[in-house]
């Protein structure tokens, strides 16, 4: 038998290893036997084994041989291996030492191989124990070895393939047993590995919906509990982290399965519905979507109904249900977005999209642009064939799944978004999911769905009256420009800080359709004000002809959150490329790529930490409302 080993390592040196050290190593290995149950034979073959290799390695004239020959190996053209010649009557101490030395999945595999026939030893004799007890802890070692390279799959298929072996073999239930736990310890992480692969890749992935199913299933549902070794908190972690492979119809069967059962897939379902019907402009989506979110019978949904009316163009019955169903916190933040009650349900509708909705999805990419959406033809025949009178009203607070819900305060969020975010400055706080991350992001707080808060979206629209409703709903999606909030002053400032320098004579952008120039300098505007507001400064031009209200908010939290911590940043973004992928009149898309770095800075200006120097490449979402041209969003690019 040839095992793929030299001497070198076989013994457990290295080639620069002197006389004593080495003769000091053979004695640790042959006083230290595996004790695992391997009969006498097997470690006498063992002990044997190490003495030749010592041997060789102690004759200065054959080890500068040995050592030549090995030389010549790794220069050669050929892939090839060195390998060790070992007697039929002592190959299963070879293995052993294969074993020992880490080459576990070696190992493994020429254990099958010996233990199959016509080579497979006599039943009952203890050359068969001894290579299914090594079969056995090899496959052990080689899936652990496997699972740390985060090769999840190849470390499953090699846990069955030992589980059937020792079924076959009739031997050592501890092992089988062991062999089992692990197979199902990896269930997670397979779900997890297959579902990451390519779109392309539907066996695998298919595999992977089917093992999400049985990890449901075994858990009596979303919210069941008859999986002790995941408790619900590593549940939902994990299954937030599933969500981003998911694609938007793969969540609405796999919910729409669980559904009967689960009231937290009922919810997913009707968001997914949602989510889809938006983005594809198929209003019937969202109209089943509601009729499932009505027909559940959830209490607290009256807000998100409302939502749903005002998609399928039904403003009547979102004005009403809306007014039905919003909190006194809720109400209040409305009245802050316009006078207009119509404006203010598309300001939350708008926000409830961009939050709850929109994202999570493998495949969607989608703005929570009302008027684009309610300008496409698809969308304005479905509304003009289905005038329906109101929905019944369903209210309360309490969602079924034991979710308090909070729908409207806009003080605080307590929920984080279902994937990464990126700063449009370059801070991605997301890189790219690693399946095998998840364990990390176990006590996160992601529950099962809630009632988000509204964010601190300032966004007003203007106040219209009642008539046709295409035209009533276009109308409120035309913003008022908003009141720029002001930065908190240090107390060691007690000064007013300055107003805004006067706009460039460029700024704000008005042409109706701008050239990839004007768009490139609007983007630069808005990264360099960005830029002085982190670095604890004011911007030269005001804010909110830059961008729209959630992209001045989100900057401000921002903000906000450095100077509790008594933190600045040094940030510098260069735009080395850019090209515009759509233009209509009311909305550009623009791919760009950026050289960004940045620099955190302490309370007396020392830097903290190391400074960051990324690529980044982005996709950059402009609107036009008030005659003017604003960044609506970003994200990375792919």
């Known amino acids: ?3 793929p080993i030299d001497h070198f ?3 457990g040196v290295s080639p620069t290893t002197d006389l004593q050290a080495l003769l000091h190593t053979l004695q640790q290995r042959i006083d230290r036997a595996p004790d695992q149950g391997f009969t006498q034979d097997t470690l006498l073959a063992r002990e044997e084994l190490l003495r030749a290799s010592a041997d060789l390695l102690s004759d200065a ?6 050592e030549s020959d090995l030389t010549a190996l790794a220069g050669s053209e050929q892939s090839v291996m060195p390998a060790l010649d070992v007697p039929t009557s002592k190959d299963v101490g070879g293995l052993l030492l294969l074993l020992e030395a880490g080459q576990a999945f070696d190992c493994f595999e020429i254990a099958c191989r010996a233990l199959q026939p016509p080579q497979a030893p006599a039943l009952g004799s203890t050359r068969e124990a001894d290579l299914t007890l090594l079969a056995g802890l090899a496959c052990l070692a080689a899936a652990a070895d496997l699972h740390q390279q985060r090769r999840y799959e190849a470390a499953a298929q090699t846990l069955q393939r030992g589980q059937q072996l020792l079924q076959r073999m009739g031997q050592l239930p501890a092992i089988r047993q062991q062999l089992s736990d692990e197979l199902d310890n990896l269930r997670p992480y397979r779900v997890l590995d297959l579902l990451s692969r390519n779109l392309t890749a539907q066996a695998e992935r298919a595999e992977g919906l089917a093992l999400l199913e049985e990890l449901v299933a075994r858990r009596g549902g979303l919210e069941g509990f008859g999986d002790p070794s995941m408790g619900p908190e590593e549940f939902q972690a994990f299954f937030k982290q599933i969500r981003a492979f998911l694609t938007v119809q793969e969540q609405v069967d796999l919910f729409s399965r669980w559904a009967p059962t689960s009231a937290a897939a009922d919810f997913l379902a009707s968001t997914a519905l949602t989510a889809s019907g938006f983005a594809q ?7 089943a979507a509601r009729q499932r ?8 949904v009256q807000p998100l109904l409302a939502c749903q009316h005002l998609l399928l163009g039904q403003v009547e019955q979102a004005r009403a249900a809306f007014e039905q169903g919003a909190t006194p916190d809720l109400k209040r933040w409305a009245d802050q977005q316009s006078p207009d009650p119509l404006a203010q349900l598309c300001a939350y509708c708008r926000d409830w999209l961009a939050r709850d909705v929109l994202p999570g999805y493998r495949d969607l990419e989608a703005d929570p642009d009302l008027e684009a959406y309610f300008a496409d033809r698809d969308v304005q025949t479905y509304v003009e ?3 329906r009178p109101p929905a019944p009203a369903v209210t309360g607070s309490i969602l079924p799944w034991g979710v308090a819900v909070d729908s409207g305060s806009p003080a605080e969020t307590t929920t984080q978004p279902l994937t990464p975010v990126n700063d449009d400055d370059g801070d991605w706080d997301g890189d790219g999911w690693n399946p095998g991350a998840w364990l990390e992001t176990m006590r996160s707080n992601w529950r099962w769905p809630q ?11 203007a106040a219209v009256g009642a008539g046709v409703v295409l035209v009533a709903i276009a109308s409120v999606m035309r913003p008022l420009p908003p009141t720029p909030t002001p930065l908190p002053v240090e107390a060691s400032k007690p000064t007013a800080p300055p107003a805004p320098a006067p706009a460039p004579a460029t700024l704000p952008l008005r042409a109706e359709a701008p050239s990839e120039a004007q768009v490139q300098a609007l983007l630069e505007a808005w990264l360099d004000a960005k830029a002085s507001i982190l670095a604890g400064k004011n911007s030269r031009i005001p804010l909110e002809v830059l961008a729209r209200p959630s992209q001045v908010d989100r900057l401000e939290a921002e903000r906000d959150s450095d100077q509790a911590r008594g933190e600045t940043q040094t940030i510098s973004t260069a735009i080395t490329s850019m090209a515009i992928d759509e233009q ?3 909305r550009i898309a623009a791919t760009v790529n950026l050289r960004y770095a940045d620099q955190r800075l302490n309370a007396k200006g020392d830097p903290q930490g190391e400074p960051t120097k990324l690529e980044l490449r982005n996709r950059y979402v402009f609107g036009r409302d008030g005659g003017i041209w604003r960044l609506v969003s970003f994200q990375k690019a792919p």
Request: charged content about 30%; cysteine-free.
């Open 1 to 3: 038998m040839e095992l």
């Open 293 to 300: 979110l009505e027909a559940s019978g959830q209490e607290g």
């Open 584 to 586: 209509g009149a009311n």
């Open 9 to 11: 390592r076989l013994l």
């Open 451 to 461: 009632l988000e808060r509204p964010s601190r979206s300032t966004a007003t629209a």
């Open 61 to 66: 004239s054959r080890r500068q041989a040995y």
């Open 385 to 387: 064939q289905h005038d």
């Open 281 to 287: 402009r198929k209003p019937e989506r969202i109209a």
